[in-house]
């Protein structure tokens, strides 16, 4: 995580420089503010990754001398299938087309949002896969 941390704080010093020098030489307001936005943003970032990787112990990125293989293992578990996503996917559509066509899309759109959600949640709490 250090090396992570240092990536962005470098990159917000780049992007530090870049907003002055772009705002000096274009005068044009909203690309300036979007390349500070973007500085606080990196420097937010690289703060927070700079001062977790002093709390948590060194990782294979870390190292050197470190193969891609020392961080091989288990990453976490995913759900091999759910129908859940596709809910959220065409709720979230039907949500988005009625911003641009009409809002009486939202109607159906909040719906299969909360039903996608509802679902997602809690998909491991019944059925065949429900803790004993």
Known sequence: MKIQGKMFLWLSA?????????GLWSREPVGTTALFLAFGLSVMVGFYLAFTARRVDAMAQDDKEGEVADEAGEVGFFSPHSWQPLSLGIGGSLMFLGVVFDWWLMFFAFPMLLIGLWGWIYEYYRGENQNQ
């Open 14 to 22: 780049f992007l530090l420089l870049v907003a002055v020098v772009y």
